[in-house]
């Protein structure tokens, strides 16, 4: 129970040394909980959420219909749609996924998002985003990174303060996946969209959408996530040793359509109070 009285600044400072000192200790389940919390946290303070009910709901939906062909999961998935004009989506520690307004925008059907989703999911589920956590701490951003785990156990306004401003450099972090992991995750999104009754085939259109852009620059996405030829033969592969995709939703009768026109609506609200 929270009792209102903010620790001593000695018992703060006591805190970071242990997390220095113990730095190359994984961060186990417990942890990545509440630094998913601050990262949440974080998030609201730099970025333009969209809290449109009907928006949130139908991202969340598809969401946990795809985490429950996970299996048992340690985390509480959460799901967050971004106003952002940039195809993105990124994953925070302990299951907060966050979809861009963008890549909602350029999925040409709702499979496509779910692929999307489905792979956030994976590099939470395989715990990518602990391992990235991990490594991060021997670095500079690191350093950074783990003054938010100090807030979250100090609990003092002096960590949250330091924090502030290393959110968006904590996403690049967190979010720069290897071959290996961008592999496992992809394997990941196969299975559970094709036992949610997705068309996993989505993922594969929507990599092939994002590697039509890149000539243009290439989208936020394609530099955390990149969607090399290999990932897309290999995904191609993945998908032809499952029995049958045939019957796989790769639509759901308009109402992602729906959301899209409704983003419209929302967005032009938000571009109008960005001004």
């Not at 129970?1 to 200790?25: D, K, Y």
């Not at 139908?58 to 048992?72: H, K």
């Not at 890149?214 to 290999?234: C, K």
């Amino acid at each position: 129970m929270a009792t209102g009285l903010a620790p001593s600044r000695g018992w703060a400072s006591a805190v970071v040394a242990v997390l220095l000192l113990t730095a190359c200790a994984p961060i186990n389940v417990s942890q990545e909980r509440e630094l998913g919390l601050q990262f949440e946290r974080q998030m609201r303070n730099e970025l333009a959420f969209v809290y449109d009910r009907v928006i949130v709901d139908y991202v969340r939906e598809m969401g946990e219909e795809l985490v429950a062909q996970a299996g048992p999961q340690p985390f509480t998935y959460r799901f967050y749609v971004v106003y952002d004009d940039e195809i993105n989506a990124f994953a925070g520690p302990a299951g907060h996924i966050y979809v861009h307004t963008e890549t909602i925008q350029k999925a040409r059907n709702a499979s496509e998002l779910a692929g999307v989703i489905a792979h956030e999911v994976g590099h939470v589920a395989e715990r990518h985003i602990a391992e990235n956590y991990n490594r991060s701490r021997n670095t500079q951003i690191g350093a950074d990174v783990l003054t938010l785990g100090a807030s979250i156990l100090g609990g003092g306004m002096a960590g949250d303060a330091a924090a502030l401003g290393t959110g968006l450099a904590a996403i690049g972090l967190l979010n720069s996946f290897g071959r290996e992991a961008e592999r496992e995750s992809d394997v990941f999104a196969v299975r559970v969209m094709a036992g949610a009754g997705w068309d996993p085939n989505g993922l594969l259109t929507f990599f092939e959408l994002l590697r039509h852009e890149e000539p243009r620059g290439g989208p936020t996405f394609l530099s955390s996530h990149p969607a090399t030829a290999d990932r897309i033969v290999a995904t191609r592969a993945e998908i032809a040793m499952l029995d049958s995709v045939g019957g796989l939703r790769e639509n759901d009768g308009g109402r992602f359509e729906i959301i899209q026109r409704r983003i419209d609506l929302v967005t032009g609200r938000y571009r109008l109070r960005r001004r």
